[in-house]
């Protein structure tokens, strides 16, 4: 079994599970996470949620995610040897211990969670019986951090300088690098505030101060077509933003073939213009 990259349907997940069919391969699809409730993300920050590992996310850069959010990765449920109990590590990234859990078909015993205190809600079992939780500090995976070269762990350093980075580990500064809402960025406007995508109404004088800048040339081709046929493009598409760095100067042609701009060959002018050129664009 291969863990997906990216999050699937769950009714196709539930499904699957009662078909006893094996996960679907990878995705190269865009990685859109559902949101977390509210009761969820109490859940996450204290003992956390058991869910089944094919709903986790391998995200690209090695991380793991549960929903909109990043995860730490743990087994709760630890069972007696000898009457000794060997606590889990937590885990931050897919592994080589997660892939070869995950290849053994053992993924559904882990719990996602976000709690950055370090102590795991963990129940240990004797003899096949569930006996009382209780809250551990666990370390975490020295193959996360191999795997992310986090803090410049590799292998290839020396075992007391290895150490000497799980023990410094902190689950507040890992998700300082790799944020727990995978919400990067939120929007700058709302409706109200956003403003309409038209062209200012100093853009005409903005227009021509850059095309005399550019010595009325073309910017893609080099062209110096008639005035008519000289444009200026934004190119982030927002007509209103008259940055230098998001102004283009583009003849007709090369403006035509810009993305979403395919429009522009259907007018009488660029017909003209190609008819003027002999653009190729």
Same mark, same amino acid.
């Given at each position: 079994?291969?863990? #997906? ?12 599970? &009662?078909?006893?069919?094996? @996960? ?35 995200? &690209? ?26 606590? #889990? ?9 997660? +892939? +070869? ?11 996602? @969670? ?8 963990? +129940? ?6 569930? /006996? ?9 995976? /020295? ?14 350093? @020396? ?16 998700? &300082?690098?790799?944020? /727990?809402?995978? $919400? ?13 995508? &038209? ?55 090369? $403006? @035509? ?25």
């Amino acid at each position: 079994m291969k863990l #997906p990259d990216f999050t699937h349907d769950k009714a196709l997940l539930a499904l699957r599970r &009662e078909m006893g069919a094996d @996960a679907p391969g990878d995705f190269s699809t865009t990685f859109r996470p559902n949101s977390l409730t509210h009761d969820e993300l109490e859940k996450l920050g204290n003992a956390g949620i058991e869910v089944f590992f094919d709903e986790i996310t391998r995200l &690209e850069d090695g991380t793991l995610a549960y929903k909109d959010s990043r995860v730490l990765v743990y087994i709760r449920d630890v069972s007696t040897y000898g009457g000794d109990f060997s606590m #889990p590590r937590f885990h931050v990234a897919f592994c080589s211990t997660l +892939q +070869q859990m995950f290849g053994n078909d053992r993924g559904d015993r882990y719990v996602v @969670a976000t709690k950055e205190s370090g102590d795991f809600f963990i +129940q240990k079992i004797v003899n096949g019986r569930k /006996q009382s939780g209780s809250w551990e500090r666990l370390n975490v995976c /020295q193959n996360c951090l191999n795997a992310l070269s986090f803090d410049g762990f590799s292998y290839s350093i @020396a075992k007391r300088a290895r150490a000497n980075i799980v023990s410094r580990f902190s689950i507040p500064r890992f998700f &300082e690098k790799y944020p /727990q809402s995978l $919400h990067l960025r939120k929007p700058s406007h709302d409706y109200i505030s956003a403003p309409t995508n &038209e062209y200012t109404d100093d853009f005409d004088q903005i227009s021509q101060q850059l095309k005399s800048a550019r010595g009325y040339r073309c910017q893609d081709c080099g062209k110096i077509p008639e005035s008519k046929y000289l444009h200026v493009h934004h190119l982030n598409g927002q007509k209103h933003d008259n940055r230098p760095e998001n102004l283009r100067v583009l003849c007709l042609g090369c $403006h @035509a073939s810009m993305p979403m701009h395919h429009h522009m060959k259907r007018t009488a002018d660029f017909k003209e213009f190609q008819r003027k050129h002999h653009s190729s664009k």
